[in-house]
């Protein structure tokens, strides 16, 4: 194996903030022990072995960090990590690293170890502050907009690679324009749109929260924003928004880097603090549990018998699929996702999407190298 990319959940399912809609809390709530606590040294020193022994040299490894909040684990959880890595690594392997983060704790010392590292931050901010405060709470039950502008400023300040996380809830979904703007107002050059995700347990009878979508709200968000970002496009002034690039990407016949317009899965190798393993983010859940690090191998559990399970294991697609002129570019979606897709019988709000704007897609993937 010469590339492996891992999630990793330093600190399991704790948080520092209460989201409302928060997905993996919803995902911790279904297993039988919703938290790990702290990832301890043992297990993170096997993760580390574990991973220089299937990566063959040279190679490129990618850590990514992620939660609940993993800076909860700590500054000197990072600290002893990355230093690990770099005494048994002896330079022979290109090393990434990635965070996904709240900015909570984020400080100058977070700061200059990410420099050092060259970490890239995903920071989660939902927009402008009139949007990101309605969901995304403190423990304290207050806004948290301004943490997260301070987080900002600190990255600036010491040069740290970041991007913007927004996760589309029904308040975002009707103000495209205003979101696009905030965005070009704050200069921001990176940005991950993700849909809020209603709880695994909604039925399709069920009363919506204040921050849930619709498949119609979510398909006009789409339509309008990519309006905006198209003529931002035009006029020079481009913003990579992941989820648009890996389309043009795909229509000049290149492969997405986002897993989850792939169509189909594969085995993402997902570590909760305890050192147990998981195939998926969405999917960390006790029936798709690969095994252990104290057990298994990684070579082991990628191809263990749960593994196979996972791939093979299927969420019903929209029936619109069989005759969609665009379905070879989505591949009927993220199985998570398709149980938002396929809401409302015969529509799809990623069909609907895709036939709006296909023809600029098109246009702007020939001037794209």
């Known amino acids: 194996m010469n590339y492996f990319s891992m999630l990793i959940k330093p600190a399991s399912s704790l948080c520092n903030m209460r989201c409302k809609y928060c997905f993996y809390s919803d995902v911790a709530e279904h297993r039988e022990i919703k938290s790990n606590g702290i990832m301890s040294q043992k297990t993170t020193d096997l993760l580390i072995d574990r991973t220089f022994e299937y990566v063959k040299t040279p190679g490129v490894i990618t850590f990514a960090f992620q939660g609940g909040e993993p800076t909860v684990a700590g500054y000197e959880y990072f600290e002893y990590f990355t230093k690990r890595v770099e005494e048994v690594n002896k330079g022979q392997n290109k090393i990434q690293y990635s965070i996904q983060t709240n900015g909570q704790l984020i400080d100058e010392k977070f700061c200059k170890l990410f420099y050092q590292y060259n970490f890239l931050v995903g920071l989660s901010q939902d927009g402008p502050k009139e949007f990101h405060d309605v969901n995304r709470l403190g ?35 009707k103000k495209p324009q205003t979101l696009f703007r905030y965005y070009e107002r704050r200069k921001f050059k990176y940005v991950q749109l993700i849909p809020c995700l209603k709880s695994l347990d909604f039925l399709p009878n069920d009363s ?66 305890d050192g147990s393993v998981y195939p998926c983010d969405f999917y960390v859940l006790d029936d798709f549990k690969l095994g252990s690090l104290e057990e298994n191998s990684f070579e082991a559990l990628i191809h263990s018998p749960a593994a196979e399970k996972f791939l093979k294991y299927e969420t019903p697609k929209n029936l619109l699929c069989s005759t969609c002129q665009v379905y070879p570019i989505c591949g009927g979606g993220c199985k998570r996702y398709r149980s938002f897709y396929a809401e409302e019988e015969n529509y799809c709000p990623y069909q609907d999407f895709l036939y709006h704007v296909y023809p600029k897609l098109e246009e702007i993937a020939r001037f794209v190298n």
Not at 160 to 168: D, G, K, R, T
Request: charged share 15%.
């Open 139 to 173: 423990s304290d039950g207050k806004g948290t907009f301004d943490h997260t502008n301070y987080a900002i400023k600190l990255m600036d300040q010491f040069h740290v690679e970041y991007n913007i996380l927004s996760v589309i809830t029904k308040q975002m979904a």
């Open 208 to 273: 919506l929260n204040k921050y849930d979508l619709t498949p119609h709200e979510y398909a006009s968000f789409l339509i309008d924003f990519f309006q905006q970002w198209y003529m931002a496009f035009k006029n020079n002034q481009y913003i990579s928004i992941r989820q648009f690039d890996n389309l043009v990407h795909m229509i000049k016949g290149l492969p997405p880097e986002q897993c989850g317009i792939l169509g189909h899965c594969t085995v993402q190798c997902v570590i909760e603090a």
